[in-house]
């Protein structure tokens, strides 16, 4: 009976989707005016440092090469202050510290200066490329102060059943921002601003616990169910219907935007993060001059389409999103290997189903070998599904750094190489209308038929490798 159900949802849910509208049409990908195929890379890997400059100062230096491969967008690190030095910036403790501020033991973030950050966006936008700028708004780590309030334990497996009664407890949920002193935002985050933490220190117990007070409504109903309720991911886990978060937050977005000069957003974790807020946070974004054709990518991880449909109709075209069940398929494929059946490799995937909201890829930095998402597309497959998102006429492709630079990750240099010459092919020939020839299992095909300015171009994709 369950799976019955779960059939006639889905069906309602893919008859609903023809009422929404595709999000990419609508959104800025590359320069106005520009009739080059758009193409985005996530200029960054997880462990990315450069052994001579900063890494803003490495984009700034690469930005006429990356133009003259065809590239129209840069997605970018996470540009705020981290809990650590060496932080990401996924670790956010100060949104607002682009690297100005002597917080959290420096005043750069892992990845340079303020200054190197808009040296870096400018050199893009003279080389006609914009820039996305990872938001990460689902939590924040690296107090400054702690804080004594109640809280309840919860199961992390179903984060609606209680395991514990309500008691004190103790966590690092002050924000102060000792170094900016109030300059850009005046907000002082403390316990009331959040719905849960993972760490007691009165017992010295790890956990998820769910902030509880007269003040305090619970989890967020808007979120992911997995797990019961995927409200809380990791840290300090922000409470999106407080009023001053709301405000502080849609005012950081539109300052991000307006100090950087970016284009839009890639939105992290969305799984966690409220939807309402979300929706009203891009929609207030856009609501600017200039800003209507904002471009907003959302990461909502998971390779079962049938779980991102209902963020697609709840977004409303306001988001793209990643095909991560395309990538599943690549990944799957890089396995199998020859008894992979290509004929199948868009089922299941959103390019498929809604290619006005794929943005396609290959691997990310989450997607590394050691990751927590580790699903890494070996490099048997690794060319052949870089044809498959660059060369075609569907969804917007996403590049990712480690497979184009060299790197003490993950670099492969015939990877590489045979990158290189896909982005030119995509820049120069990959136009027009497409046939598909999907005949044999272990070898498929297509054609990119051209316009006026194009000579179009044939694509054959083979597994078998004799």
């Known amino acids: 009976m369950s799976f019955i159900y779960r ?56 930005a006429p090469h990356l133009a003259a491969l065809g590239f129209t967008q840069i997605w970018l690190p996470p540009p705020n202050k981290a809990m650590e030095q060496a932080g990401r910036g ?37 080389c006609d490329m914009n820039v996305v700028i990872d938001a990460v708004l689902n939590h924040k780590l690296g107090a400054d102060r702690m804080e004594a309030f109640r809280a309840v334990r919860v199961d992390p497996l179903n984060r609606l059943r209680d395991i514990e009664n309500e008691r004190p407890v103790k966590g690092w949920t002050a924000f102060d921002f000792p170094g900016r002193l109030e300059k850009y935002s005046s907000m002082r985050w403390n316990f009331n601003h959040f719905t849960g933490l993972d760490w007691d220190d009165l017992a010295q117990t790890n956990g998820v616990f769910r902030i509880s007070s007269e003040r305090h409504q619970g989890w967020s109903r808007w979120v992911d169910t997995e797990n019961g309720n995927y409200d809380y991911l990791l840290g300090i886990d922000i409470d999106h ?19 950087t000069g970016a284009c839009g957003f890639r939105l992290d974790a969305i799984k966690h993060i409220d939807r309402k807020f979300l929706l009203e946070f891009i929609k207030r974004t856009r609501d600017h001059p200039g800003r209507k054709r904002l471009f907003a990518v959302s990461e909502y991880w998971s390779a079962n389409l049938r779980l991102i449909i209902p963020y697609i109709r709840a977004f409303h075209g306001q988001t793209s999103f990643f095909d991560v069940p395309l ?21 299941g995937s959103l390019v498929k189903l809604r290619p006005g909201d794929a943005v396609t890829f290959v691997d990310n930095h989450d997607t590394q070998v050691g990751q927590s998402l580790e699903s890494w597309v070996d490099t048997n497959f690794k060319a052949q599904a870089y044809a498959l998102i660059l060369l075609r006429s569907h969804g917007h492709p996403c590049v990712f750094y480690g497979d184009l630079y060299p790197n003490d990750e993950c670099f492969d240099e015939g990877t590489s190489c045979t990158l290189k010459q896909l982005l030119l092919a995509r820049k120069s020939f990959a136009y027009g209308p497409m046939v598909d020839y999907f005949e044999h299992r272990d070898c498929i ?15 054959v994709v083979s597994n078998n490798p004799v």
């Open 445 to 459: 095909g297509f054609v990119r038929m051209g316009d006026s300015d194009h000579a179009g171009c044939v694509v």
């Open 90 to 126: 996924y670790d956010a403790y100060d949104l607002w510290d682009l690297g100005e501020f002597d917080q959290k033991g420096s005043v750069a973030t892992r990845w340079g200066t303020k200054e190197d950050l808009l040296r870096a966006c400018d050199a893009a936008r003279q």
């Open 7 to 62: 059939q006639l949802r889905y069906w309602l849910d893919c008859l609903l989707l023809k009422w929404v509208p595709p999000s990419l049409p609508a959104m800025q990908l590359g320069p106005n005016g520009s009739s080059q195929n758009p193409t985005m890379i996530q200029f960054f890997t997880w462990d990315a440092r450069h052994p001579d400059m900063s890494w803003w100062e490495h984009l700034t230096k690469e």
């Open 327 to 347: 990538h599943e398929n690549f990944h799957r494929a890089s396995k199998a290997g020859a008894s992979y059946d290509l004929r199948t490799i868009f089922e």
């Open 241 to 259: 219907r407080h009023p001053e978060v709301r405000s502080d937050l849609f005012s950081w977005g539109s300052w991000i935007l307006d100090t």
